[in-house]
């Protein structure tokens, strides 16, 4: 079977963990590739144009938006973060699986143009271990921790949004969960027509 | 996670090998029971009643059908079949996973009475194959081969009903793809809405 890629698009409160399981994730199977955003936000000290993100002014970003170079976009504070189209398009006819780490509105743009993506949220184990893990960074005041925790009680309104839920408890174990999600998705019959089509065309050949 | 079964419906081409996963799927994890059917038909020699089938003359299967003692039912030849309720609904309330060998009538009756059950529908990795399969089995005459091909091309029409396809190349690969997609089941947030409303209100009360 000449499989073809998914788009998985990954969301989760701040602080679950979404960025370690999915870098653990890509280290460990390579029919993984991580998207890279186009964001019109400065770099931060110690980021690199094309690795954490793609560092473009807001005439580039319209520019890309104007020519459907992104697949989705969104406005984040006071600055635009969008996913650029070639690179996720060349990956999926590669046929690596391509995540997309972005906030519901960009998850919901991807479902519409994109039907067969699969849609993860990924959650800590409970509300209390949240907590504990924002303070445990040791960087964020309390006023932050509030803000984040306002963020997740509205962010947790989309989670029936998604097709799936993961649950971060044991990394590792996280990470196998992710992986065995879209192992199950490459087995869908919308993902395989060929191959079905292939077998009805045989049938009938053979029961001639 | 108080996690609840789901019902595992598995359908095939007679000679892919879905009785044989199956059953190897169940006695690797405990996660799984196997459905017993009620039959009309007389036991063949070594069929035992309540193993195999549950044994049951026509009376019985129609005073069942009109007791909603059954979750599916379907004529095939001139016998009929059925899925009796109280052993699946007492598994699936224990947490157990259930899976019920079915053709696609009772398929689709299944996924109308519980939208939350996962249709899978094993195929050989080629028609070809298939083919030697069922002569590899010795005891299958060219008439009766045919026959099963007829067969398979017609339920082949079928597959897009399914959730899943399941590619028997390998047996051992198979159950662990079973297991696979039966495990990213459990992760969809329709069967996680307790775990997902308990967040949601530990979030509220930890923001306040």
Same mark, same amino acid.
């Given at each position: ?24 994730l890509? /280290? ?45 976009? /969104? ?25 997309? !780490?972005? !906030? ?23 509300a ?7 303070k ?13 925790l306002?963020?997740a009680?509205?962010?947790s309104?989309?989670? !029936? ?12 174990? /996280? ?8 192992? /199950? ?21 053979l029961?001639?």
């Amino acid at each position: 079977m000449n499989r073809k890629g998914i788009i998985i698009v990954v969301s989760g409160f701040s602080g679950a963990g979404k960025g370690t399981i999915m870098k653990a994730l890509t /280290a460990k199977y390579d029919q993984y590739a991580l998207s890279v955003s186009a964001t019109t936000r400065d770099p931060r000290p110690g980021e690199e144009n094309g690795r954490e993100y793609f560092f473009v002014s807001n005439e580039e970003f319209e520019k890309l938006i104007q020519e459907d170079g992104l697949i989705e976009h /969104a406005g984040y504070v006071d600055h635009y973060y969008g996913t650029p189209r070639k690179f996720v398009e060349d990956k999926l006819n590669a046929g690596i699986d391509v995540i997309l !780490e972005i !906030e519901i509105q960009g998850a919901l743009q991807i479902k519409k143009r994109y039907p067969d993506a699969v849609l993860l949220f990924v959650m800590p184990p409970s509300a209390k271990e949240l907590v504990n893990r924002l303070k445990g960074r040791g960087t964020e005041t309390d006023e932050v921790i509030k803000m984040r925790l306002d963020r997740a009680c509205e962010e947790s309104e989309g989670i !029936e949004n998604y097709d799936y839920i993961v649950v971060n408890d044991v990394l590792e174990d /996280a990470v196998e969960r992710v992986h065995g999600i879209i192992c /199950a998705a490459h087995n869908t019959p919308s993902r395989n027509q060929n191959f079905i089509d292939d077998i009805r065309k045989q049938l009938l050949e053979l029961s001639k």
